[in-house]
């Protein structure tokens, strides 16, 4: 586990403490009910609530539109200094940023407070694949990338696709010779590794372990910076098999761009004591997510990174 506080960028901006909890929180989602960001934002509320942080149950509200780019909108816009609301985020919103598709609005527009959580992304083959390690997948891929049709939920840019394309990169081959089939979610990419419309699978460890552990798919590599805990725990990491890719799809919250610097404080050092305590850490397994827990300056800086990837990795395959 991850813990970075914000010590240091408090220390800088002269705070001397967080200041009392609002009197009401809210956790708004920037979708419909069920999906990612409801997860997230029903993750706090749930733990906070069990592990006494907050006095009053947290709200949970919704505005879908943009895959979060509404929500994002409506926070800076219309309620930038709102202290008591903390709006659900991801990195795929990281992702939609780097494409411009938040409007006119940047990754800088927003006070990222706290990542609480990831999945990882994962590489996989059918059962009855001859391949059996990521090096002898990326070795045949490489000498012929046509006969290895890659399937992933979402279109051309989605995160399953900019996963195929680091794995294309690492093969020394272009994204764009990638014969990329975009499915509706790691459902419909399982079925389709199973019966051979595809030969790889881009994808989530969450969504994937099951079928894995049943023997009805193999997962190659896991991409995380070391193994994961778990059904997943045999399944060696891209690094561990010579080739650093690491793509974790963090989950976390930002706040309005106006919230003073004392109740941000109050958010990043309450988040820091929920991710430490049980009810919390059984809140997180319940959702399938791991460990990844950055706090403040350190979630920035992540965000501000992911960002600047993901606009490379775009431009590198000419979207």
């Known amino acids: ?40 934002c ?26 979060g780019a509404v929500a994002y909108n409506h926070v ?9 609301l903390v709006t659900a985020t991801s990195s795929g919103s990281a992702l939609l940023l ?53 399937g992933g939920g979402g279109a051309v840019g989605s995160q399953d696709w900019m996963k195929a394309a680091v794995l294309a990169k690492a093969a020394g081959v272009p994204a764009k010779s990638i014969r990329y089939v975009a499915l509706e979610g790691g459902g419909a990419v399982q079925t389709n590794l199973q019966g051979g419309f595809i030969k790889i699978a881009s994808g989530d460890a969450s969504e994937m372990v099951a079928n894995h552990k049943a023997g009805k798919i193999r997962i190659l590599a896991v991409m995380s910076d070391k193994r994961l805990p778990g059904d997943l725990a045999e399944v060696p990491t891209a690094r561990e098999q010579g080739h650093d890719i690491v793509w974790p799809i963090w989950r976390g919250f930002y706040v309005g761009p106006k919230v003073s610097d004392a109740d941000y404080a109050w958010w990043v050092e309450t988040f820091g ?23 403040g300056q350190a979630f920035h800086d992540t965000v501000q990174k992911d960002v600047q990837r993901f606009r490379d990795l775009a431009k590198e395959a000419g979207l």
């Open 76 to 84: 800076v816009g219309t309620r930038p200094g709102d202290s008591g």
């Open 273 to 295: 004591k929920l991710v430490k305590t049980p009810e919390f850490q059984r809140e997180r397994e319940a959702r399938g997510l791991y460990p990844f827990d950055e706090m």
């Open 1 to 40: 586990m991850r813990i970075v506080f914000a010590a240091l960028l408090f220390g800088a901006l002269g705070i001397s403490g967080a200041t009392a909890a609002p009197e009401k929180t809210e956790c708004l989602v920037g979708a419909k009910p069920g999906g990612g960001f409801d997860l997230t």
């Open 42 to 67: 029903r993750l706090a509320a749930n733990a906070l609530t069990a592990a006494k942080l907050v006095e009053r149950p947290m709200a949970v509200t919704y505005m879908e539109g943009g895959v």
């Open 98 to 150: 780097a494409q411009k598709k938040f409007g006119h609005h940047d990754a800088t527009a927003v006070r990222w407070v706290a990542s609480v959580g990831a999945d990882y992304g994962i590489v996989a083959v059918a059962a009855n694949s001859p391949i059996k390690t990521l090096k002898e997948l990326v070795e045949a891929f490489g000498k012929a990338p046509g006969e290895f049709p890659v």
